[in-house]
């Protein structure tokens, strides 16, 4: 067993991100422009996260989902989608994903779409 680990994508909030490396130094939390795929389309940033096993953590609740059920439909797995809505304050978010990241386990995420908060 092994500990979730993120992919924040292009959208989400910096606050969201930073507080969770800060609360959780040990959490592996990646951000989509680190990894040259900044602009990228979400497809791509799914399949990236796929092949490297890290859950992505969006704001995007307008394409990101759609992207991730056609993902599934076509057998194609992903590490799993956590979706925090745009309107969602900053630390309640951090505190869900530090939950998640305490709390669960990678591979009980594989092909699951999440909302916060939990």
Known sequence: MSRPRFLADEDLNGAIFDGVRRREPAAEFRRVR?????????PEVLEFAASHGLIVVSHDESTMIDHAADRIRAGLHMAGLVIIPQSSPVRPAI?????????????????RVEFLPL
């Open 95 to 111: 505190d869900d994903l530090v939950i998640i990241w305490v709390c669960s386990e990678a591979e009980e995420w594989p092909d």
């Open 34 to 42: 680190d990894e040259g795929l900044a602009g990228r389309p979400d």
